[in-house]
């Protein structure tokens, strides 16, 4: 028989680096899940990915057990370590802050292509393309015409 689930969960926390300190600890505490348990698995399924802030939704049941799934890191994020900045723009309308490539935006659209809820990986780009327009990065040339053979 299936478990009855309680809830969900959705956190953003470095790989390999969960700690019962705030704000995991207080998160998972007030819902009755082992801290330490959660915090063990975590580090040992994202060690390769070290550092990275890691999308994590858990879904924790009735009886306090938990089950949890790593996503791929926000695109934002990816945004950031591809144009090697520390932050977007305070006005990205305005001020433009880094350039990227259509290459690069691809490449970060095929990685989070599994996260997004579009079909096409030239939907996935021009998603990946507005949240950099968003954060004031511009996307270079004109965006590439993929066939699909």
């Known amino acids: 028989m299936a478990k ?4 969900q969960l ?3 926390i ?3 680096a969960a700690n019962p300190s ?3 600890g207080p998160a998972l505490g007030s819902k009755g899940i082992n801290i330490m348990e959660f ?3 975590f580090n040992a399924r994202t060690q390769d990915k070290a550092g990275k802030v890691l999308p994590v939704v858990i879904t924790y049941y009735v009886d306090k057990s938990f089950d949890f799934i790593v996503k ?3 695109v934002a994020i990816q945004l950031l370590e591809a144009s090697k900045l520390k932050g977007g723009s305070a006005e990205p309308n305005r001020k433009k802050v880094a350039e990227i490539t259509w290459d690069q935006v691809k490449t970060i659209a095929e990685e989070k292509m599994t996260d997004l809820n ?3 990986i030239e939907s996935a780009m021009k998603m ?3 949240t950099a327009r968003s954060m004031g990065i511009t996307v270079k040339g004109d965006f590439p015409e993929i066939i699909n053979n």
Do not use: D, N, R, S
């Open 118 to 120: 579009c079909f096409t």
């Open 128 to 130: 990946v393309a507005g």
């Open 39 to 41: 915090c063990k698995q």
């Open 10 to 12: 959705k956190l953003q």
């Open 22 to 24: 705030p704000p995991v």
């Open 4 to 7: 009855e689930v309680a809830g």
């Open 72 to 74: 791929t890191p926000p």
């Open 14 to 16: 470095k790989g390999g």
